[in-house]
C-alpha cells in the first residue's frame, strides 16, 4: 500500500506528519482521505487521457466557459449533481430522474437475463428481430442497428418507430414473419404507436404459427406499466424491467438500449466495460477543467447564454446514426420554457459562409473511418471564427463512453440555462391531442386556413396564415420565408415514409434554405420526431419556421380490433402536432400531397427554389 502512495505522488513522510498531527485517534479517517487522494488522482489522469476532445473558441466565449467551471468548482456543483440535488436545477422533481448516473453499474446484473433471451433466440433460428418503439424507447436501439454491422448468425436488427402505413408494409416485405421476433419498448407502457405496431404484427404472426406466436415476442418496459400486464396475459417470451427513475432519453444503457443490441450480437459486456471508463472519468471527484462531461456541458451552456444555440451534429460516416440519439437527448432535454438547444443533426456540410453566427458544431470523429472532406469543412469553420468541439473516438464500442459524456453534459448544460433537463411538457401536449382527435373519430376539423390549393399539392395555415401570398405555391412560401430573422432555424417535419429517395428530396430542400437564408435547418421524419426533437420545437425557443409535410395513403393498413387505421392514426398525429404548434404561437404552414410523395416532394422543392431565388 505504501508504493502504491509513492507511485502517486504521496509520500511516506507525508503519512507520517499526517498522522502526527491528527493523533492515533483520527488514523482511519486520515488514511481514508489519503486513499481519496490517490483515487482522485487515478481518476484525473484516466479523465485526461479519455477525454480526447478540444474546442476553438474565440477569447470572450473560453473566458465564459471558464466562469462557468469556476462556478462549478466554488459550489461543489459535481459533488451536488452526484447527489442527486434537485437545486441544481428547479428544484422540482429532478432528484427523481438521476439512475442513468449508475445505469452501466446497474445494467450488470441483468447481462446473464439478456445474455440468456438472446442466446436461445439465436438457437431457434430467429433471423430477423423488429423493435417496436418511439423516441428514447428506439433512438439508442437504432445506433446499435445502423452501426455495428451485422453479426455472423445472429439476427437482423430492424426499428419500426412509425405509424404510417407505407413504412409498415415495407418492413413486412423484408423480413419473414415466421422467423422474427418482436420487442415491444415503452417505458410508461402507455405510448399509442408501439401499443398498436404490437396488435398488428402478433395478429399477422398468429396467422402464420398460431399459439406459438406470443412466444416470439419480448416487451421492455418499467415495473407495474400496462405494457408489462399485457405482455403476462398475452404470453409474451420474456419481459425485461427497467429502472423507473431512468427517464427515456437517458435510458440508452439500461435494458432499452442493451436488449435489442445483444439480440444482433454486440458485446454488450464489452460496451458496459467501455463506458464506465467514462463514468469513472467523469466522477464527483474529478475537478470541472478535467471532467469531460462537465466540461462539455460548461461550454454548451456558456455558448447558448451567448446566443449560440444550434448544436451542429457532423459525425463519421459509421456512426452517423448516434447524432440521430444525440439530437434527441439535447432537444427533449433542453427546449423548454422557451429556452435550449436546437440541434441541427444531418445538415449537408457547406462553405463557412452560409452559417450564422448561433452555431455550436460537434465533431465527432472516428480515428478509423474518418471523413476526409468532413475534416477538411471542420478546419475551415473554425478558420471562419466558428466554435467547433471535437471529439476523437477510438472505436465503435466507446460509443458507451459518448452515450454517457452526452448525458452528463445536457444534465450539466440544463442547469447552467436554468431548466428541468428530465421533463417534457410539450410532447404531453401533442399526445393529448391526437387523443382527443382519435376520440373524436376523424382528424378533419382543424382551424386552418388554404391558403394554395395548386392541385397535387395544398399548402395551409393556421388563423395567422391570412396574409400570405395566394397566388401560387412559391409566393405563398416567399411570403413565409420572408420573415425570417438571423438566428432562425427552419424545420421540415414530414409525415411520410423515410424511403432513401424522400430523405434525398428533404437534405435537398434544406440545402436550399440554409445557402438562401443562412438559417440552420432541421428534416425530421413524423411521428419520431414528436418524441424527440418536438420538445424543442414547440417549448423551446420560438425562433423556428416549421414545414410540415403529410400526403395520402395509397394502401392504409387497419388495427387490429379497433375502427380506425394507421393512417388515420398518423394523420390525427400531424393534426395534433400542427395544432400544438400553433396554439404555442410558432409560424408554421403545412403541406399536402394529394398524389405521390417522391413527385409532392419535387413540387414542393420546385417552388421553394423559386421563393428563395
Known sequence: MLDELERSGISLDAVTTKLTSDGVQSFADSFDELLAGVQERRIQTLGSALNRYSAKLDGDSAQAVQRVLDDWRKGGKIRRLWNADASLWTGADESKWLGWLDASTDSKAQLPEIGEVAADLRKQGVKDAVLLGMG?????????ARVFEAQRDWPRLHILDSTNPEAIRSLESAIDLSRTAFIVSS??????????????????????IREKAASRFLAISDPGSSLVRAAQEQGFRHTFLGNPQIGGRYSVLSVFGLVPAAIMGVDVAALLRSTEKMVRSCSANVPA???PGVLLGAALGALAMRGRNKVTIVASPQIAAFGGWLEQLIAESTGKEGRGFIPVDGEPLGAPDVYGRDRIFVYLRLDRDFDGEQDRAMAALEGAGQPVLRFAIGGIYDLGQEFFRWELATAVAGSVI???PFNQPDVEASKVKTRALMQAGNAAGSPLTAVVDAGPVQLFAGPGGTSLKRDSLASALRSFFAGAQPDDYCALLAYLEPTPEILDSLQRIRRKIRDRKHLATCAEIGPRFLHSTGQAYKGGPNTGLGVEITGEHARDVNVPGQSYSFGRVIDATAQGDFEVLLERGRRALRVHFRQDAARGLQILEQAISEALG
Request: proline content about 3%.
Open 136 to 144: 428514447g424507447s428506439s433512438l439508442g436501439a437504432e445506433v446499435f
Open 187 to 208: 417505458k410508461s407502457g402507455t405510448t399509442l404507436e408501439p401499443n398498436i405496431l404490437r396488435d398488428y404484427f402478433l395478429d399477422r404472426v398468429q396467422s402464420l
Open 289 to 291: 477543467e478535467q471532467n
Open 418 to 420: 436554468g431548466i428541468n
